[in-house]
């Protein structure tokens, strides 16, 4: 058995609620007005989280002005950092003259343009407001395209809240990822879409094994399912996208994040004969409004960040990113902690372990307890990374603020040295890894809560929402 130890971790806890004594008081009262204090799931974490009031740069603050290097970004979406420049300029020019419009505008002709010259999977983008709803349409296209209803997922994937794929249902088939054999087998002829991550986001950063996209993309083609690839994350990976950067070529591809500049989006794109679906100039066409769609804020700021956000811009990012990650290993291994990278591009996630796990499950097998000792601490050491262990970079961040990050980790995992309890004789993490992961069953991310809630009108009793996505 592995756990945390009650001493290490309290002292955390106290130490954390005397720095952050207004982010409490402003938790206990948000508890009254909002359930569980929040209104997104993934922001909270125990006993409660600091309220970031304002960002500058790679740089934040919380209400009670100790400042953090942000490695979270808003979960990626802020590649640029906060206040970016060019961003800033643009949505400023534009506040003035209308923000949303019921009509077309020359807003979103710019960054649709911009989307179909640049990645190649997309000859048409429909603008929705999240990822959620991108994948809400695709859904919608591709039910419509092929007259079925079932769909393949991967377990630990995550899409956005779309019940069918969230929550599972009759028509969802949920398959382990990186298991090509078992993915072939579930996607046959009653399949309407076939919906993957280029790697497992919020369920660890885990990559793809070679082959693995292209083998169900090949599938998906040859039983007429509609091959959907989330690159809601991905896309600031590669210049073109990571579609084009593994040779895929999916049906339909799904968008937001940076395509917003820090502003809500999503979007689907796609070949002009599927999008077309969806078209309300066609008879029977798919009727997909939003009363934001495309409003004036999020397509001038996405313009104005993917702009920016060229090759070598991508290129700088992920080499900070693959040195960072280095480091980040090295310096756990100095000080004795168990630990590996996942990453891509310029997505990280540390992981407690020495073997970097394949799916859902095996991550899911790494004591949730250690994962939150490490986050409580880095927040202590002025790192603000996901609670999950994930973590990103923005162009704003420099060498002076990565070291501080390195350095950030370094005393971190000093903290959580004592923290990490194992039982007598099972010096093997990983083992001890393998073996949860044999016991949690295959559709189970159940994590388990080490520190008891500040209050406890939230109670997830499911485990669900343990390590929400983002
Ligand atoms: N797909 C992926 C891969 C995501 O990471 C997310 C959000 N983290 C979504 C879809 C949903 O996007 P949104 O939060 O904008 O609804």
């Known amino acids: 058995m592995s756990g945390v130890a009650a001493g290490p971790v309290a002292d955390l806890t106290a130490e954390y609620a005397a720095r952050t004594i207004r982010s409490g008081d402003h938790h206990r009262q948000a508890c009254r007005h909002l359930p569980g204090g929040e209104t997104r ?5 125990q006993p409660y989280p600091v309220v970031l009031a304002e960002g500058h740069g790679a740089l934040v603050r919380d209400l009670d002005g100790n400042e953090y290097v942000d490695v979270l970004n808003n979960y990626t979406s802020l590649v640029h950092g906060h206040g970016f420049g060019p961003v800033v300029e643009a949505v400023t020019a534009c506040l003035p003259s209308g923000t949303a419009f019921p009509a077309p505008h020359p807003a979103q002709l710019r960054l649709a ?3 179909t010259g640049r990645y190649p999977a997309v000859q048409q983008v429909r603008f929705t407001n999240s990822g959620t709803e991108a994948s809400l349409l695709a859904l919608r296209v591709a039910r419509s395209a092929t007259g079925r ?4 997922t991967f377990t630990g994937a995550y899409h956005g809240g779309v019940p069918e794929i969230i929550d599972g249902g009759p028509d969802t088939v949920p398959v382990r990822y990186n298991d090509a054999d078992q993915a072939v087998a579930a996607i046959d002829s009653s399949v309407a879409a076939v919906f993957v991550e280029p790697f497992l986001g919020s369920a660890g950063v885990i990559p793809a094994a070679p082959g693995f996209l292209s083998q169900i993309a090949g599938r998906a083609r040859q039983v007429g399912a509609v091959f959907v690839l989330d690159e809601v994350q991905s896309l600031r990976n590669a210049p073109n996208g990571t579609h084009a950067a593994l040779g895929l070529e999916p049906d339909l591809l799904l968008m937001g994040k940076i395509i ?3 502003f809500p989006v999503g979007a689907v794109g796609g070949r002009t004969a599927l999008m077309d679906l969806t078209s309300a100039a066609r008879p029977g066409g798919l009727s997909c409004s939003g009363t934001f769609n495309g409003n004036v804020i999020s397509m001038t700021a996405g313009a104005a960040a993917l702009a920016a956000l060229d090759g070598p811009a991508i290129g700088e990012l992920n080499g900070r990113a693959a040195d ?3 480091r980040i290993e090295a310096t756990a291994a100095r000080a004795g902690i168990p630990a590996c990278v996942t990453r891509d591009g310029s997505i990280l996630e540390v992981h407690l372990t020495e073997r970097a796990p394949t799916c859902a499950e095996e991550a ?4 949730a307890a250690w994962e939150s000792a490490l986050h409580l601490a880095l927040l202590l050491e002025g790192v603000y990374a996901a609670p999950r262990g994930s973590l990103n970079l923005s162009t704003a961040i420099g060498h002076d603020l990565l070291a501080r990050v390195e350095d950030g980790y370094a005393r971190a995992f000093g903290r959580i040295r004592d923290a990490i309890a194992l039982a007598p004789g099972q010096s093997d993490v990983n083992r001890s890894a393998k073996e949860e992961a044999e016991k949690v ?3 189970d991310n159940r994590r388990h809560d080490p520190f008891p809630m500040v209050h406890g009108d939230y ?4 485990g669900r929402f343990a390590n929400p996505p983002g």
């Open 441 to 443: 069953g295959a559709d």
């Open 113 to 115: 343009g911009m989307i």
């Open 324 to 326: 960072l990650g280095r």
């Open 260 to 262: 917003g500049g820090g």
């Open 459 to 462: 109670q997830d009793t499911a």
């Open 41 to 45: 799931s993934v922001t909270m974490y």
């Open 149 to 152: 209803r079932r769909i393949v």
């Open 364 to 367: 899911a097998a790494i004591p």
